[in-house]
């Protein structure tokens, strides 16, 4: 699942890595993950 993202501190849009659904507290999906460059936890709000 190739799901694109906004890193914060790389400060570009990045591919996550080991991209996994989740749902937030208040029961709407978002997708959770890893930049590839460095290292950086991605949230992605919205269904994947």
Same mark, same amino acid.
């Given at each position: 699942m190739a799901v694109s993202g906004y890193c914060m501190k790389c400060k570009k849009s990045q591919e996550m890595k080991d991209a996994k659904p989740v749902t937030m507290k208040n029961g709407? @999906? +978002?997708?959770q993950?890893?930049? @590839? +460059?460095?290292?950086t936890k991605m949230f992605k709000?919205?269904?994947a």
């Open positions: 709407k @999906p +978002a997708t993950g890893v930049c @590839p +460059a460095c290292g709000i919205g269904k």
